[in-house]
T-cell receptor, first 118, second 117 residues
Framework: DTGVSQNPRHKITKRGQNVTFRCDPI?????LYWYRQTLGQGPEFLTY????????KSRLLSDRFSAERPKGSFSTLEIQRTEQGDSAMYLC????????????????FGPGTRLTVL | AQSVAQPEDQVNVAEGNPLTVKCTYS??????LFWYVQYPNRGLQFLLK??????LVKGSYGFEAEFNKSQTSFHLKKPSALVSDSALYFC???????????????FGKGTKLSVKP
């Protein structure tokens, strides 16, 4: 496996239900990011992990959203009490900052999970 | 605040002609700039990035981009377009002076490139 994988690829749910998405990053990438993309827009940052630590959260990440990366490998994004406005493509990316750290690393994206809330 | 503008929603080019997809940015510190391509119902694929050094950056599939600090631009170019280049292109920026804990990229809205035979 050479890329970021995301499951499921598609999810249809009814308003008010909870959903959970999974992201498996490229092996040994210690940074993992979640973005949301709506139609006609570029991806918008949601949250970011370095290993198991969640270092940054966007104001877009309401209280209904929670993300975890318990062992510093795969990550899950849960949305509770879904609303129609949550319908979007949820993208995961991973990167390896190398020994130097910093912010020059390239983020590699998975295929995304498309969420439709009815 | 960081921002990226892609002023063209769509660019139409004939196959074999050169193409340019425009991007301008705003950051308070040093810009780290990226281009990604997205095919329908797919994630984003990395094309190239500018961190420092030579203003002309070469990337995947024959694409290149030119960093212009005075114009705060990072336009994507290709000398000869292919029909298979038709896709959605996104420019993104990160503030290099913010520090290593600032992980996120700021993306433009995207430009749809259509290459006709």
């Amino acid at each position: 496996d050479t890329g970021v994988s995301q499951n499921p690829r598609h999810k249809i749910t009814k308003r008010g239900q909870n959903v959970t998405f999974r992201c498996d990053p490229i092996s040994e990438h210690n940074r993992l990011y979640w973005y949301r993309q709506t139609l006609g827009q570029g991806p918008e940052f949601l949250t970011y992990f370095q290993n198991e630590a969640q270092l940054e959260k966007s104001r877009l990440l309401s209280d209904r959203f929670s993300a975890e990366r318990p062992k510093g490998s795969f990550s899950t994004l849960e949305i509770q009490r879904t609303e129609q406005g949550d319908s979007a493509m949820y993208l995961c990316a991973s990167s390896d900052p190398g020994l130097a750290g910093g912010s020059t690393d390239t983020q590699y994206f998975g295929p995304g999970t498309r969420l439709t809330v009815l | 605040a960081q921002s990226v503008a892609q002023p063209e929603d769509q660019v139409n080019v004939a196959e074999g002609n050169p193409l340019t997809v425009k991007c301008t940015y705003s950051v308070s510190g040093n810009p780290y700039l990226f281009w990604y391509v997205q095919y329908p119902n797919r994630g984003l694929q990395f094309l190239l990035k500018y961190i420092t050094g030579d203003n002309l950056v070469k990337g995947s599939y024959g694409f290149e981009a030119e960093f212009n600090k005075s114009q705060t631009s990072f336009h994507l170019k290709k000398p000869s377009a292919l029909v298979s280049d038709s896709a959605l292109y996104f420019c993104a920026v990160r503030d290099g002076d913010y520090g290593g804990s600032q992980g996120n990229l700021i993306f433009g809205k995207g430009t749809k490139l259509s290459v006709k035979p």
